[in-house]
């Protein structure tokens, strides 16, 4: 079992930068692949990015690519979202997310956060 607790989210304007922080407990975050989804009112939850076990292999969706980033402090149990030049579209419930495949299906992954609320105004 792994428990995921995700924080930094809030209100920011268009054009900011924000930065998640989803901390690991349980097992070793290093055992799993690790990533990030979002969740828009009335949307689907769709996949943002992923990481490798040890930070090798990125995978990102296309609506993010340059402006996103993704990293994992092992030693630490801490996984990052970097969020810049952010779009009134990015608003949405952010998840964070351990599976054991680096993968964009929601379903690979086994143990998911509750949610931060990430917000961006015009």
């Known amino acids: 079992q792994v428990q995921l607790v995700e924080s930094g989210g809030g209100l920011v304007q268009a054009g900011d930068s924000l930065r998640l922080s989803c901390a690991a407990s349980?097992?070793?975050?290093?055992?799993?692949?690790m990533g990030w989804f979002r969740q828009a009112p009335g949307k689907e939850r769709e996949f943002v990015l992923a990481?490798?076990?040890?930070?090798?292999?990125?995978v990102y969706a296309d609506s993010v690519r340059g402006r996103f980033t993704i990293s994992r402090d092992n030693a630490n149990n801490m996984v990052y979202l970097q969020m810049s030049s952010l779009k009134p579209e990015d608003t949405a419930v952010y998840y964070c997310?351990?599976?054991?495949?680096?993968?964009?299906?929601?379903?690979?992954?086994?143990?998911w956060g509750s949610g931060t609320q990430v917000t961006v105004s015009p």
């Open positions: 349980g097992h070793t975050a290093s055992n799993y692949v």
């Open positions: 990481i490798g076990r040890l930070g090798v292999g990125v």
């Open positions: 997310a351990a599976g054991q495949l680096l993968s964009i299906r929601k379903n690979v992954y086994s143990y």
